[in-house]
Nanobody
Framework: QVQLQESGPGLVKPSQTLSLTCTVS??????????WSWIRQPPGKGLEWIGY???????YYNPAFKSRASISRDTSKSQLTLEVSSVTPEDTAIYYC???????????WGQGTQVTVSS
């Protein structure tokens, strides 16, 4: 069974870069047709999809995040990374990594990690 675990600093200062890691176990991030996403949920708001990195290594971003977000991976460590630059308090949210499904696939989510942007 695929498991995902987010990790990283819980507090980031405004204007700095938010960096998170997602460790994947029980499955390979290079298996064909799997897409690995970062999603966040600000307090009192719904889920916001940030972007994905595909099995091939290609990336695609929500246009709202394209200028600031960067998703990458380390296949040897089975890890995904998210970097969001120039953060503000509005970037405060619970951040999730997930394998979002194509038709016929299961989805898997990490439990999420709280990130607070504050001075």
């Amino acid at each position: 069974q695929v498991q995902l675990q987010e990790s990283g600093p819980g507090l980031v200062k405004p204007s700095q870069t938010l960096s998170l890691t997602c460790t994947v176990s029980g499955g390979s991030i290079t298996i064909d047709n799997y897409y690995w996403s970062w999603i966040r949920q600000p307090p009192g708001k719904g889920l916001e999809w940030i972007g994905y990195i595909a099995y091939s290594g290609s990336t695609y971003y929500n246009p709202a995040f394209k200028s600031r977000a960067s998703i990458s991976r380390d296949t040897s460590k089975s890890q995904l990374t998210l970097e969001v630059s120039s953060v503000t308090p509005e970037d405060t949210a619970i951040y999730y990594c997930a394998r979002l499904p194509l038709i016929g696939q299961n989805d898997y989510w990490g439990q999420g990690t709280q990130v607070t942007v504050s001075s």
